[in-house]
């Protein structure tokens, strides 16, 4: 099974900071790999596919970069709404597969 | 509006069986695969099961194989998973999910509310 796992575990920024969150596979994936945001007591959103694509309504400053193995989101400017919990999902096989999350937290 | 709308969580005992049901509208069900992932309160996400869209094909984590079947009915817009010999460890909150694209390898663009299922005696 492919491993995927997220650096940091938690991210303390503040409004205006530019954060970037990493995922490794434990092999290579192309670039199928998914972006989630999770606030408390709610359900995932979808927010990144195919590694670097915006699903639509997605504000601009998140970004996503990476392909086979290494990938990373980047929020250009950080707003209050964007403190949450993010997951990272392979989709290359039959298999999907999360990371365990990186929670961006108010420093 | 997508709309999933899980039901049929609960308490159940160590060893007893479940029968989760997803609601689906909004869109065309029968062209959709569909997926089940779960989360333990404070935990990460862990993927459950999944089904293509003429069920056909079903998907299992190793930690529900042989005790875990998901179905669906395309006449009802409903998914199911069908949980039995439960364990401490399948306590958590179950999300159904619909996949995005036709391929059959897609990411989960929409989400269920969650439903709690409680396995304690």
């Known amino acids: 099974d492919i491993q995927m796992t997220q650096s940091p575990s938690t991210l303390s920024a503040s409004v205006g900071d530019r954060v970037t969150i990493t995922c490794r596979a434990s092999q290579s994936i192309s670039i199928w790999l998914a972006w989630y945001q999770q606030k408390p007591g709610k359900a995932p959103k979808f927010l990144i596919y195919a590694a670097s694509t915006l699903e639509s309504g997605v504000p601009s400053r998140f970004s996503g970069s990476g392909s086979g193995t290494e990938f990373t989101l980047t929020i250009s400017s950080l707003q209050p709404d964007d403190f949450a919990t993010y997951y990272c999902q392979q989709y290359n096989t039959y298999s999907w597969t999360f990371g365990q999350g990186t929670k961006v937290e108010i420093k | 509006e997508v709309q999933l709308v899980e039901s049929g969580g609960g308490l159940v005992q160590p060893g007893g069986s479940l029968r989760l049901s997803c609601a689906a509208s909004?869109?065309?069900?029968?062209?959709?695969?569909m997926h089940w992932v779960r989360q333990v309160p404070g935990k990460g996400l862990e993927y459950v099961s999944g089904i293509s869209s003429n069920g056909g094909s079903t998907y299992y984590a190793k930690s529900v194989e042989g005790r875990f079947t998901i179905s669906r009915d395309n006449s009802k817009n409903t998914l199911y998973l069908q949980m039995g010999s439960l364990r401490a460890e399948d306590m958590a909150v179950y999300y159904c999910?619909?996949?995005?694209?036709?391929?059959?390898?897609?990411?989960?663009?929409?989400w269920g509310q969650g439903i709690l299922v409680t396995v304690s005696s």
């Open positions: 999910a619909r996949a995005r694209g036709l391929s059959g390898k897609d990411p989960f663009d929409y």
């Open positions: 909004g869109f065309t069900f029968s062209y959709s695969a």
